[in-house]
């Protein structure tokens, strides 16, 4: 028998064990990346929505540290994204252990690594990979990959190569998974994959988005064919080719060109197309994107300049306006709300699958700015639970101390002073009259938002000055000014969860007046077919 054939039947054997192995989490996530040139100010951004709907909701503060020449970094793998107070916790576990570096920087982190204080930001969504390349034996996992990125590296270039390098020297273990890499200067979606359980490996692929464009990750891999004579806009590893060609999802002679997303994560979905189309959409209506597309150009450039709010608003999407709208239709209940909980797929149906989505542990957009200091100049515009529900406050970059409402908290015991419980609640109040009260969050979102967005150029001119004079004068002034608006966002939110209870109470809007009823839409009594009761057939 061949080397080849040999090789061959080993993988046939391993991959079918390896089918029913315990995987990690899935996340379903949306990342929107936007080129300087996109965007009205010249940042660059990127955006994570953290749709896991069992995650830690909190978030954490690691700071800079030095180590002694002959330092190790322990690696671990991380089975429950659960926080420590849930009985079905599963402590990370160790794998095995790295040559540490000399400086590590400060960094922000929950499911996964946020931002550092260099402004290099990381966005995530899981895409898949096929089971063959399934590699539970290898060292390196997503989470603590993109937390190595961010205490090592400085720009997205530095923290592909860093991640790419270290999952092919010790092996990756995690799911298909892409990371949306971004510096002040540009951005990047670096998609990782395993290697097969015969290769202690990983095959990965990075793709540049041009300047002046906006693209989007939707939990599917979006890199089709790359030029590697283009280093300005490619990155791969060594094998990205061969694993392809010796599984037989490539063949360089069929003439077809070689396709990332084809070879080693294959996914045609709605659930992931229709969030690609909805994003490049609203950001390129000119374009007039067909939605029922099953692929789309890996990046666009917007019919306008991009902000930080337009990010924020696409993460509150649920297709409004169109004919995938989940806030219209009998599923919607009488007061239009979008929310759709899971269903057994043994019922043969599934539902549309928005951008915003109920079970987000939290959401974000990272600006990031060149002609600012770093730890001015990036902000983590972070928004605890889901888009719809939640108020986007600023963490900038060179903040040494987390706001204390968002670094508590367990989403299986209420908690008032932790962040994401009046977030969750707001959102799920809502649900009693969507239609209503969608309006009062929207309404309080932009007040406080918008009070965030008028401060933002003041606190950074203050911040700029007290830089000049000391650095770390500045991140405490940032600190401050971070923990003292996160927090009171939180009460002020709880004072408004308190008003929406009065004013929508027993079906009610009892504002301005109370005990005043407002029915039910016509529509939505004619298609439940309410009228008279009849009377018993005599």
Request: aromatic share 12%; hydrophobic share 40%; glycine share 8%.
């Amino acid at each position: 028998m061949n080397r080849k054939r040999t090789r061959l039947l080993i993988h046939m054997a391993l991959a079918a064990v390896l089918a029913v192995a315990v995987a990690a989490p899935t996340m379903a996530c949306t990342s929107i990346p936007v080129g300087k040139l996109a965007s009205v100010d010249g940042s660059v951004m990127t955006t994570h929505t953290d749709d896991c709907g069992y995650c830690d909701p909190r978030i954490f503060y690691i700071p800079a540290a030095d180590y002694p020449e002959g330092a190790m970094r322990p690696v671990y793998s991380i089975g429950s994204f659960r926080s420590p107070e849930e009985e079905a916790y599963v402590p990370p576990v160790y794998q095995g252990e790295i040559p540490q570096v000399s400086h590590t920087y400060a960094y922000l982190y929950g499911s996964y690594g946020m931002i550092n204080e260099k402004q290099l930001a990381l966005g995530e969504t899981t895409i898949g990979q096929r089971r063959e390349l399934s590699n539970p034996t290898g060292m390196f996992d997503i989470g603590e990959l993109t937390k190595i990125a961010l205490e090592r590296c400085t720009t997205a270039r530095d923290a592909i190569k860093t991640m790419g390098s270290l999952a092919e020297q010790y092996g990756y273990r995690d799911s298909g998974e892409c990371l949306t890499v971004a510096d002040p200067n540009e951005v990047w979606l670096f998609e990782i994959v395993g290697s097969t359980p015969l290769y202690q490996s990983a095959v990965w692929v990075a793709q540049r988005v041009p300047d002046d464009h906006v693209s989007v990750s939707a939990n599917r891999s979006r890199i089709g064919e790359i030029d590697l004579s283009n280093p300005d806009y490619f990155m791969a590893s060594e094998n990205v080719f061969d694993i392809a060609i010796e599984n037989g999802w490539w063949d360089p002679a069929s003439g077809e060109p070689f396709r990332f997303y084809e070879a080693y994560a294959p996914k045609n979905d709605v659930y992931n197309s229709r969030r690609e189309w909805r994003v490049l959409s609203l950001l390129a209506p000119s374009l007039n994107l067909d939605p029922w597309a099953m692929r789309y150009p890996f990046s666009v450039k917007p019919d306008f300049k991009v902000s930080v709010d337009t990010l924020n608003q696409i993460q509150r999407d649920h297709y409004e306006g169109t004919e995938f709208d989940l806030t219209k239709g009998l599923a919607a209940g009488p007061f239009g709300t979008p929310d759709r909980w899971a269903t057994s797929s043994r019922q043969g149906g599934v539902w549309e699958r928005a951008i915003s989505i109920f079970r987000a542990a939290y959401t974000w957009t990272a600006q990031l700015r060149s002609w600012l200091p770093d730890e001015i100049g990036g902000v983590l515009w972070f928004g605890s639970d889901c888009g719809h529900g939640t108020v986007y406050v600023p963490l900038y970059a060179g903040i040494t101390r987390i706001p204390s409402s968002y670094s508590i908290g367990t989403t299986v015991e209420f908690d008032p002073n932790a962040a994401w419980w009046v977030f969750d609640f707001v959102e799920n109040w809502a649900n009693l009259k969507y239609s209503y009260m969608i309006e009062d969050i929207k309404a309080k979102q932009q007040e406080i938002e918008g009070r965030q967005y008028a401060l933002q150029p003041a606190v950074e001119a203050a911040a700029l000055i007290m830089y000049q004079q000391d650095p770390e004068l500045a991140r405490e002034f940032l600190t401050n000014y971070c923990e003292t608006n996160a927090n009171g966002v939180v009460k002020e939110y709880w004072e408004f969860a308190k008003h929406l209870i009065v004013k929508y109470n027993d079906g009610y809007v009892n504002v301005p007046r109370v005990g005043t009823t407002v029915g039910y839409p016509d529509e939505w009594l004619k298609a439940v077919e309410f009228g008279p009761i009849p009377e018993p057939y005599k």
